[in-house]
Nanobody
Framework: QVQLVESGGGLVQAGGSLRLSCAAS????????MGWYRQAPGKQRELVAT???????NYADSLKGRFTISRDNAKNTVYLQMNSLKPEDTAVYYC??????????????WGQGTLVTVSS
């Protein structure tokens, strides 16, 4: 079983910054892709950013330049630095981590979600 624990959400004024963290624990053998998604009220969950085991990143076009995804492989943790936040960034942010458990069983785990609220 792989568990993800997210932290770092909260209330921030427009133009401010937040840093989200998501740490994976459990019987992990290796981690491949890590990513962040978000779901705003009344909308579908959408991609924010992903990062491969080799450090290749991919961002939603609308977020390039404001958000930065990074990972610490030693800590099995993925981060999302969010700058110049806008009210439309308000959403529940979910991390997603994929890899293999010991015994080479694949896993695809989601965090519990952390609420980011950007006030105008």
């Amino acid at each position: 079983q792989v568990q993800l624990v997210e932290s770092g959400g909260g209330l921030v004024q427009a133009g401010g910054s937040l840093r989200l963290s998501c740490a994976a624990s459990g019987r992990i053998f290796s981690i491949d892709a890590m990513g962040w998604y978000r779901q705003a009220p009344g909308k579908q969950r959408e991609l924010v950013a992903t990062i491969t085991s080799g450090g290749i990143t991919n961002y939603a076009d609308s977020l390039k330049g404001r958000f930065t995804i990074s990972r610490d492989n030693a800590k099995n943790t993925v981060y999302l630095q969010m700058n110049s936040l806008k009210p439309e960034d308000t959403a529940v942010y979910y991390c997603n981590i994929r890899g293999f458990q010991r015994g080479l069983r694949a896993f695809d785990a989601w965090g519990q979600g952390t609420l980011v609220t950007v006030s105008s």
